[in-house]
Each structure stands twice: as structure tokens, then as C-alpha cells.
């Protein structure tokens, strides 16, 4: 089973930026970034499929964060702009079977396998 790694989490004020990085032990398939804020649930965030074309992104943070993928480097990345107060969260790297929409409205069920997550806090 693939090993998933994420990094680039940390602290960053309202309307900043951070890249985050996911670096796969092997060759992933459709790849997605979910988040959890304390007393919440897992929620997606964004999916990409194997080419790099298809993506998803959840309504809270399209037009913010971009998903992109390096595939000569098994690695995924989310870029997030604009960061809000709201977007502090773990960020989990995952990988899935499913197509990248199907991923998107099924959610964390459609998870193979899971990152341990990096720390994202955003100060206003």
C-alpha cells in the first residue's frame, strides 16, 4: 500500500498563502486533499485526477486554493491563496479509486488511504 506524506502546514495570518505537499511512497492514481478543524468532521477540500485535468474543489474554496500534481515526483500539492480564519484545519493527502467527481460527493468513505495530516492555523 502507498505511503502518503504531507508537508508545508504551519502558521499563517488571514490573506496569506501556504503550498501544502503530499509525496506518495509510489504511483497514485486520483489523488485528494480533505481537512478537519477541531469538533468538525473530515471534509474534502479538492481531488485530481492521474493527468492533472480533472478537479474538483469544494465550494468554500474555489476560487482560493488550486490542486496540482507532479507526477515524475509522486507528488500532490494544494496551493491556498486567500487563506480565512475558517480554513484552519488538518490537511489529510488521499488517495482513491473512484473518478475524481465521484470522489468529490461520495467524500471520505471513497478513501483507500490516508496521510497522517499537516497542521494548517490561520491568525486573524
Known amino acids: 500500500q502507498v505511503q502518503l506524506v504531507e508537508s508545508g502546514g504551519g502558521l499563517v495570518q488571514a490573506g496569506g498563502s501556504l503550498r501544502l505537499s503530499c509525496a506518495a511512497s509510489?504511483?497514485?492514481?486520483?489523488m485528494a486533499w480533505f481537512r478537519q478543524a477541531p469538533g468538525k468532521e473530515r471534509e474534502f477540500v479538492a481531488v485530481?485526477?492521474?493527468?492533472?485535468?480533472?478537479?474538483e474543489y469544494a465550494d468554500s474554496v474555489k476560487g482560493r486554493f488550486t490542486i496540482s500534481r507532479d507526477n515524475a515526483k509522486n507528488t500532490v500539492y494544494l496551493q491556498m491563496n486567500g487563506l480565512k480564519s475558517e480554513d484552519t484545519a488538518e490537511y489529510y493527502c488521499a488517495a482513491t479509486a473512484f473518478p475524481p467527481r465521484a470522489l468529490a460527493k461520495i467524500g471520505k468513505s471513497g478513501v483507500e488511504t490516508w496521510g497522517k495530516g499537516t497542521l494548517v492555523t490561520v491568525s486573524s
Open positions: 485530481i485526477g492521474w493527468g492533472g485535468i480533472n478537479t
Open positions: 509510489g504511483r497514485t492514481g486520483v
